[in-house]
């Protein structure tokens, strides 16, 4: 099930998963992620009545994906690691084999996703920076944000800057944090390490942030190593920055946006990103929203932070779709 389903996806998931029984759907949810069980429940949650044409409809529509869909291996994983191994040899297919089923032994880290921020961050409260660090990287950048934001200024910083040194983690490390964590992660007993941290996960987690802790974290960074200050900031994806994406991509994005966030999110915003939206909506919406942002009074920064942060990680969705196109700090992209 996709990570990205859109409202209308959500909503034929559940009807189809409330159509299965309580047994049958309890099945499907153990093989969702936490953030996807999460969306799903509340979806079903607030689903009091659904015409009948519409559960037809549904069950239909997957019954016609189920009947084009057929099993052509009974292991993937293990077919993949055969195909590659006889065609690269042991030493250059288990690199690829790493990083196209990375964090497939390291499962105790299943456990921390499930938990809410203040629980990882009370577990995480006393360890040393290196293993935070070597933990976070693990979890999905929002939460591992929300996770952060509970720490003292100087723990953050100190974590930050580990996240953007850390080049990898050995199996033998993840032993170690198997052992702090109480079984919390799972070591490996593969030769090579496992491609987290750096530059990248670093900028992605500050983007979740917030601009307050962002300049903090990024002062830090800069004192130490100014180098690596510079590469975080070439990496990171800023709500200015949505200013860059050309009109075919603000487009896509505006239909993803309520009306209500665009303009609490817009009370924070140049003049050059508002007039690019403008510019982008039919001249009735445009009128429409700069009245109601006229109109509308003082917005609490935290309030308008939340919405920016929002409105990032629908930009980020669309990137990951090929709705957007973003040209980043050196020949890769970011966000």
């Known amino acids: 099930m996709a990570a990205s389903m859109d409202d209308q996806g959500l909503e034929d998931a559940a009807i189809l998963l409330m159509s299965l029984g309580e047994e049958e759907a309890a099945e499907v949810f153990k093989h969702l992620a936490p953030k996807e069980v999460q969306r799903l429940g509340e979806t079903i949650a607030k689903m009091k009545a659904v015409p009948r044409d519409r559960i037809e409809k549904v069950i239909d529509s997957f019954e016609s994906m189920a009947a084009n869909e057929s099993m052509l ?4 994983n293990e077919y993949v690691k055969a195909v590659l191994r006889k065609a690269l040899g042991d030493d250059k297919a288990n690199l690829l084999i790493d990083r196209i089923l990375q964090g497939s032994d390291v499962t105790g880290i299943e456990s921390l996703k499930w938990m809410d921020p203040n629980s990882v961050a009370e577990l995480l409260r006393n360890e040393h920076p290196q293993i935070v660090a070597a933990i976070l990287v693990h979890l ?3 939460q591992c944000a929300d ?3 509970l720490f003292t200024e100087r723990q953050r910083n100190e974590v930050m800057v580990r996240i953007a040194t850390l080049d990898g983690i050995q199996p033998a490390a993840l032993r170690d944090l198997n052992e702090v964590m109480s079984k919390v992660l799972a070591g490996g007993d593969r030769g090579k390490k496992s ?14 942030l917030g601009t307050s802790v962002e300049t903090s974290v990024l002062d830090f960074v800069r004192e130490a190593d100014n180098d690596l200050a510079q590469k975080i900031m070439d990496n990171m994806f800023t ?17 993803e946006v309520q009306s209500e966030s665009l303009v609490i999110a817009l009370k924070g915003a140049t003049p050059g990103l508002r007039d690019k939206i403008f510019r982008n909506m039919s001249s009735r919406a445009a009128e429409t929203l700069k009245e109601d942002l006229d109109s509308r009074g003082p917005v609490r ?3 308008v932070e939340a919405e920016q942060k929002e409105m990032l990680k629908i930009v980020r969705r669309l990137v990951d779709e090929g709705q957007i196109v973003l040209a980043g700090g050196g020949d890769e992209q970011f966000v």
Do not use: P, R, T
């Open 195 to 208: 491609s987290l941290g750096g530059v990248k996960a670093a900028a992605e987690i500050l983007n979740m």
């Open 301 to 303: 920064l935290s309030e």
């Open 73 to 76: 291996v009974a292991d993937s």
């Open 147 to 149: 996770v952060l934001k």
């Open 140 to 142: 999905e950048f929002d």
């Open 239 to 255: 709500f200015d920055d949505v200013e860059k994406i050309d009109d075919k991509g603000i487009q896509a994005l505006m239909k």
